[in-house]
């Protein structure tokens, strides 16, 4: 079995989410023929229901449902986390190192199950805060994330998971790749609810003044602290190649196209042609003050790196937003 065999079977974990519905999608349209799409939500809240997938509900926190979920896969790869934008993750911390169960019952399945290769989605939040207090960043490059100061919650869970990654594949002998994402958006995600992050809530609030027609909009902190947002095909790409690697040690996985958050707003408003008066909220969360991710390592591995334009991942992100909120304001008002 290997992740090129295209009967290799594929457990996808986290399939109801966004990367994992897209991921489901492009690993059946490449030709993979077994794959098995696992959430704990009911089916029709998934993103992205892909009929020719075995489709699941599960809790995977529980070990027992991690066995069914792994017996009989070749590969997988784990992108179920209980997760959200800064608005979430500064709120509900404990609900976020929970996930920790997740990875740790799919190892110890993939383990006793004779799993070849074990994917875990890490998140630029593993890296160190002192090193994120500037907006004007230095790349965060992978040796940043020691000595340990992650983003509370969320990002210890994702830091001890890479390590139980690191000690599953060491002791074990289990093979295990490990990306860290930087901020992936794209169509087919959370926009709404209090789960999204940046671009997608930047996208609703703009369209929700221009449907509207009260041209204002609501932003967290000075809008000066900056990040870099990775397009969905960027990220799918990626993740399959470091899959596919023999890349051991957890690699980052972003764009470094560093901007401002009001550089976010400004091309937001340059796709839907309105100009917008901006209110700052500066008591809202913001996280970090900046976070750039360096690619150098990803470069000399694989000759790739993230490459899309924000404007042009914006744009199509913009377009499906769009679409979903004129349907939903149908129902209840925009959230601006
Ligand atoms: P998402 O919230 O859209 O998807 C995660 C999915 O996991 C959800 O559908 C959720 O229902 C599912 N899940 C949660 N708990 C579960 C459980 N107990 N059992 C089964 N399924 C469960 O998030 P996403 O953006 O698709 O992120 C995928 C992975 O990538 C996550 O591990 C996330 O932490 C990581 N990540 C994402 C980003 C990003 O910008 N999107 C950045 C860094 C890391």
Same mark, same amino acid.
């Given at each position: 079995?290997?992740?090129?065999?295209?009967?290799?079977?594929?457990?996808?974990?986290?399939?109801?989410?966004?990367?994992?519905?897209?991921?489901?999608?492009?690993?059946?349209?490449?030709?993979?023929?077994?794959?098995?799409?696992?959430?704990?939500?009911?089916?029709?809240?998934?993103?992205?229901?892909?009929?020719?997938?075995?489709?699941?509900?599960?809790?995977?926190?529980?070990?027992?449902?991690?066995?069914?979920?792994?017996?009989?896969?070749?590969?997988?790869?784990?992108?179920?986390?209980?997760?959200?934008?800064?608005?979430? =993750?500064?709120?509900?911390?404990?609900?976020?190192?929970?996930?920790?169960?997740?990875?740790?019952?799919?190892?110890?399945?993939?383990?006793?199950?004779?799993?070849?290769?074990?994917?875990?989605?890490?998140?630029?939040?593993?890296?160190?805060?002192?090193?994120?207090?500037?907006?004007?960043?230095?790349?965060?490059?992978?040796?940043?994330?020691?000595?340990?100061?992650?983003?509370?919650?969320?990002?210890?869970?994702?830091?001890?998971?890479?390590?139980?990654?690191?000690?599953?594949?060491?002791?074990?002998?289990?093979?295990?790749?490990?990306?860290?994402?930087?901020?992936?958006?794209?169509?087919?995600?959370?926009?709404?609810?209090?789960?999204?992050?940046?671009?997608?809530?930047?996208?609703?609030?703009?369209?929700?003044?221009?449907?509207?027609?009260?041209?204002?909009?609501?932003?967290?902190?000075?809008?000066?602290?900056?990040?870099?947002?990775?397009?969905?095909?960027?990220?799918?790409?990626?993740?399959?190649?470091?899959?596919?690697?023999? =890349?051991?040690?957890?690699?980052?996985?972003?764009?470094?196209?560093?901007?401002?958050?009001?550089?976010?707003?400004?091309?937001?408003?340059?796709?839907?042609?309105?100009?917008?008066?901006?209110?700052?909220?500066?008591?809202?969360?913001?996280?970090?003050?900046?976070?750039?991710?360096?690619?150098?390592?990803?470069?000399?591995?694989?000759?790739?790196?993230?490459?899309?334009?924000?404007?042009?991942?914006?744009?199509?992100?913009?377009?499906?937003?769009?679409?979903?909120?004129?349907?939903?304001?149908?129902?209840?008002?925009?959230?601006?």
């Amino acid at each position: 079995m290997s992740t090129t065999d295209r009967s290799t079977p594929i457990l996808v974990a986290g399939a109801g989410g966004f990367i994992g519905g897209w991921l489901v999608r492009d690993l059946l349209k490449s030709g993979h023929t077994k794959v098995r799409a696992v959430d704990i939500k009911p089916k029709p809240e998934w993103y992205q229901l892909v009929p020719e997938a075995e489709n699941l509900t599960l809790d995977l926190k529980d070990v027992e449902a991690c066995r069914r979920a792994v017996r009989g896969a070749g590969i997988v790869y784990n992108l179920a986390a209980d997760m959200g934008g800064m608005g979430f =993750i500064e709120t509900h911390k404990a609900e976020c190192m929970l996930s920790v169960l997740i990875n740790t019952h799919l190892l110890m399945a993939a383990r006793e199950f004779g799993v070849d290769r074990f994917f875990y989605a890490s998140s630029a939040c593993v890296y160190n805060a002192d090193k994120q207090r500037d907006a004007d960043v230095t790349a965060l490059g992978e040796a940043d994330a020691y000595p340990a100061m992650p983003e509370d919650g969320y990002g210890w869970e994702k830091l001890f998971s890479e390590r139980m990654c690191r000690h599953f594949r060491e002791d074990y002998g289990l093979t295990t790749r490990v990306a860290r994402y930087h901020n992936v958006y794209g169509p087919h995600g959370t926009w709404d609810g209090g789960r999204e992050k940046a671009p997608a809530a930047i996208c609703r609030k703009v369209i929700a003044a221009k449907l509207s027609g009260k041209h204002e909009i609501e932003i967290w902190g000075d809008g000066e602290q900056t990040r870099s947002f990775m397009y969905i095909d960027d990220c799918l790409l990626g993740t399959r190649r470091i899959m596919e690697s023999g =890349i051991i040690e957890p690699i980052n996985l972003g764009s470094s196209q560093l901007v401002t958050i009001n550089q976010l707003v400004d091309i937001v408003e340059k796709i839907a042609s309105v100009k917008l008066e901006r209110r700052y909220n500066l008591d809202a969360p913001k996280g970090v003050r900046g976070r750039n991710s360096d690619n150098a390592m990803i470069s000399r591995m694989l000759g790739w790196e993230p490459s899309i334009r924000l404007e042009d991942g914006l744009e199509r992100t913009y377009r499906w937003i769009y679409d979903q909120a004129s349907a939903a304001r149908e129902k209840k008002p925009l959230t601006i």
